[in-house]
């Protein structure tokens, strides 16, 4: 049997409460760290304009570009480039948009000092960046969803402000 669990928005002490579940049966529980169209979206969302522009070039060219198709010129540095990467897939673990093990989708090509080579996305990640990167650019590079989310925080905020405040209660003393 297999059984898929998805929950948006859990409360805290929910969510203690199921990972502490989970936890008792890790060895039974299988993680999904599969890059599905939303998660690429929300992953391509999340860079910062030059990071956004290395995962659409990798995605062009069939899942590599080479450094120099990245530089403004020869001496150009794209220092930063891949912390920027690695921040955006932390953070969409912090926000509960996939699980802490989900592989980088790009990963800097080189030699391990000096200047990066190249960008490189598995091959089978490539369609799923590429669908993810069309609708972004349809509909803007800001997730409406995370609009619409903080719309309705600051309608409840402005609520909670607008309503007088209870009185105290009273406790007679005797």
């Known amino acids: 049997m297999r059984i898929t669990v998805t929950i948006d928005q859990p409360s805290g002490d929910f969510q203690t409460k199921l990972l502490g579940l989970l936890a008792e049966h890790a060895a039974d529980v299988e993680m999904d760290t599969a890059?599905?169209?939303?998660?690429?979206?929300?992953?391509?969302?999340?860079?910062?304009?030059?990071?956004?522009?290395?995962?659409?070039?990798?995605?062009?060219?069939?899942?590599?570009?080479?450094?120099?198709?990245?530089?403004?010129?020869?001496?150009?540095?794209?220092?930063?480039h891949s912390a920027a990467l690695s921040r955006a897939l932390r953070r969409g673990f912090m926000l509960g948009?996939?699980?802490?093990?989900?592989?980088?989708?790009?990963?800097?090509?080189?030699?391990?000092f000096g200047k990066v080579v190249g960008y490189r996305m598995p091959d089978d990640l490539v369609q799923t960046f590429f669908t993810a990167i069309d609708r972004t650019e349809k509909t803007g590079p800001v997730d409406p969803q995370g609009i619409n989310d903080a719309s309705d925080s600051a309608h409840h905020l402005a609520d909670l402000l607008s309503t007088?405040?209870?009185?105290?209660k009273r406790t007679p003393k005797k």
């Open 164 to 168: 007088p405040p209870r009185p105290k």
């Open 97 to 112: 948009k996939w699980p802490e093990n989900m592989p980088a989708p790009i990963e800097a090509q080189g030699p391990g």
């Open 35 to 80: 890059w599905t169209v939303e998660r690429a979206e929300d992953y391509y969302r999340s860079l910062p304009a030059r990071a956004r522009r290395i995962v659409k070039e990798a995605v062009i060219r069939d899942g590599y570009v080479p450094a120099e198709d990245l530089r403004d010129d020869e001496n150009s540095s794209l220092r930063g």
